[in-house]
């Protein structure tokens, strides 16, 4: 079993920056890739940002140049950093982590990310 917790989020102006923090306990041995993932009011989840164990990275293309995900593999944490900020990014950002068992995935409570013009 993995536990996610998502911290970081706020009520930010349009231009703004925030720092999101996921932090991973338990059966941590399991996590291969780790990522972030939003979903606003009436929208399908999407995928933000993902990392992989050994540090790449890939990024949605609405957020390339804005946000950066990075990893710290000792402290078991994900991090998003945001630039940037857009009223666009309002959503709640989900930390996803996945495993080396096919079908074994696992998911924070998510933090609210607001963005006002």
């Known amino acids: 079993q993995v536990q996610l917790v998502e911290s970081g989020g706020g009520l930010v102006q349009a231009g703004g920056s925030l720092r999101l923090s996921c932090a991973a306990s338990?059966?941590?041995?399991?996590?291969?890739?780790m990522g972030w993932y939003r979903q606003a009011p009436g929208k399908k989840r999407e995928l933000v940002a993902i990392i992989a164990s050994g540090g790449s990275t890939n990024y949605a293309d609405s957020v390339k140049g804005r946000f950066t995900i990075s990893r710290d593999n000792a402290k078991n944490t994900v991090y998003l950093q945001m630039n940037v900020l857009k009223p666009e990014d309002t959503a709640v950002y989900y930390c996803?982590?996945?495993?080396?068992?096919?079908?074994?995935?696992?998911w924070g409570q998510g933090t609210q990310v607001t963005v006002s013009s």
């Open positions: 338990g059966s941590i041995f399991r996590i291969r890739t």
């Open positions: 996803n982590a996945d495993t080396a068992i096919v079908g074994l995935e696992y």
